[in-house]
């Protein structure tokens, strides 16, 4: 969790207690705001003994807040996950941490929540994203995306894109589109595209699809080329489906193995 776990507030707390802030509406009675924070807030907080009972518990509201802010809620099974994404009060950040495969079905009942989907071990758990929602995939991270869900992935994700759902993928991650789903890839994603899903890549990105790609069946709707830098593997059937803006980045294969054992593809 180094994503998370390096993001500190206690900077931000400290630099706030030093102003000794003031909030007119805190009241002693109020002082269970002080039980709910960290121990190390706490700490902070329990330096400034100088500061008046009222100050001290509009300023564990403000730290409160920034801890909330910077350690957002982690979920590892499907009762948490359908906790709190049914909370109107939860924070706006949920990370999930799967231990077990996780669905979400539903959207959050609190507006602009954020959802990270962080690392899923062990192999071969996945967070189906059910929902007209959008997730963020991050790590080794592994999603499948249905109906209309939006998914960005990164770093070493893997995403599973069916019906028309959208994905959106940079550094090195895998996409496995298939349906009708779209996917826009950058960095060095590489896209295996099947059935009717419509794939564009920039940068150094690479797709395969047809036959050449292990597929068996129609083939993707469109392939789009940007740049030349990208990769795009095809086989005489699939060639018609690629728009690309430079010739020279379509390689045209003879057999599905040949890809493999040219190790272009792993």
């Known amino acids: 969790m180094k994503h998370w776990a390096g993001r500190t507030v206690l900077v931000a707390v400290a630099a706030v207690a030093s102003m000794g802030l003031t909030a007119p509406g805190a009241h002693a009675g109020e002082n269970s705001t002080l039980d709910a924070l960290p121990p190390e807030i706490l ?83 996945r ?64 896209v295996n595209a099947y059935e009717t899903a419509q794939v564009t890549v920039s940068d150094h990105a690479q797709v395969v699809t047809g036959p050449a790609g292990m597929q068996q069946g129609p083939s993707c709707k469109k392939i789009i080329g940007r740049g030349s830098s990208v990769r795009i593997w095809v086989d005489d059937t699939t060639r018609n489906l690629v728009e690309a803006e430079d010739p020279a980045t379509i390689t045209i294969l003879t057999s599905s193995n040949e890809l493999y054992l040219k190790g272009k593809w792993s």
């Open 43 to 125: 700490d902070i907080i329990g330096d400034r003994a100088d500061v008046s009972l009222n100050d001290r518990v509009a300023l564990a509201g403000t730290c409160k807040d920034l801890h909330a802010q910077f350690y957002p809620t982690q979920v590892h099974t499907q009762t948490e996950l359908d906790t709190v994404l049914a909370d109107p009060d939860a924070p706006t950040d949920i990370v999930v941490l799967a231990q077990e495969d996780l669905t979400i079905a539903t959207p959050p009942a609190k507006a602009r929540t954020r959802i990270f989907v962080y690392d899923t071990q062990p192999y071969p758990l």
């Open 127 to 190: 967070v189906a994203v059910e929902a007209d929602v959008h997730v963020t995939a991050l790590g080794t991270a592994r999603v499948s995306a249905h109906n209309t869900a939006q998914v960005t992935v990164s770093d070493h994700a893997t995403a599973w894109a069916f019906d028309t759902a959208q994905v959106t993928a940079s550094g090195a991650a895998r996409v496995y589109a298939w349906g009708s789903s779209e996917v826009d890839a950058a960095g060095n994603a590489r």
